[in-house]
């Protein structure tokens, strides 16, 4: 049986995640977001990192602003997430 990490322990975890994110994949994503949401850690501005459909790391996505929004399209997916520009 494993032994339970501490809340710190865990922030450490997602931001060495996403300082070396660019070759990681999906699985590993999932395990983050799982691992953030089971102690109530939440991801704020890194959530916009990664594609929410298919999961995979932005590396080259297309981006367009209008209307004070930001259109992020998927390179993998051609899923388009919406952002507010505040």
């Not at 322990?9 to 949401?37: G, H, Y």
């Not at 089971?38 to 890194?46: G, M, Q």
């Not at 459909?53 to 992020?72: G, Q, W």
């Amino acid at each position: 049986m494993k032994k339970p990490l501490s809340k710190s322990e865990v922030k450490k975890q997602i931001e060495e995640f996403f300082k070396d994110a660019k070759n990681k994949t999906p699985k590993d994503v999932k395990k983050i977001k799982r691992l953030s949401a089971s102690y109530k850690i939440p991801l704020k501005d890194k959530r916009k990192k990664f594609c929410k459909k298919c999961l995979s790391i932005y590396k080259s996505p297309k981006i367009r602003i209008k209307n004070k929004k930001k259109i992020i399209e998927c390179e993998n997916c051609q899923h388009k997430s919406i952002y507010k520009i505040v």
